[in-house]
């Protein structure tokens, strides 16, 4: 059975950091591009940050620089590191695997306060 499980969402001030981790299942892990996405209600869900599994990484233009994603291959494991939270950023952050026709996490809320 495919799982993603996401954690390390919570409340942080605007300006703090939060790290969010997602374990995915070994079989479709080595061979996924790995993301994380996010949503708001009412509006679409948006790429965050991405990672191959050569490593080659992207972001949306509002996170770069502030948000880092890396991946441990030996923990099947990937994380997006938040620094310099803003209010904009608070969303239900939800993880992605590209291997077959994709797989999501449950979604891990992230709340900024001003």
């Known amino acids: 059975q495919v799982q993603l499980v996401e954690s390390g969402g919570g409340l942080v001030q605007a300006g703090g950091s939060l790290r969010l981790s997602c374990v995915a299942s070994?079989?479709?892990?080595?061979?996924?591009?790995m993301g994380w996405y996010r949503q708001v209600p009412g509006k679409q869900r948006e790429l965050v940050a991405s990672i191959t599994t050569g490593g080659s990484t992207n972001y949306a233009f509002s996170v770069e620089g502030r948000f880092t994603i890396s991946r441990d291959n030996a923990k099947n494991t990937v994380y997006l590191q938040m620094n310099s939270l803003k209010p904009e950023d608070t969303a239900v952050y939800y993880c992605?695997?590209?291997?077959?026709?994709?797989?999501w996490g449950q979604g891990t809320q992230v709340t900024v306060s001003s």
């Open positions: 992605n695997s590209s291997y077959g026709y994709g797989y």
């Open positions: 070994r079989r479709i892990f080595i061979f996924s591009t």
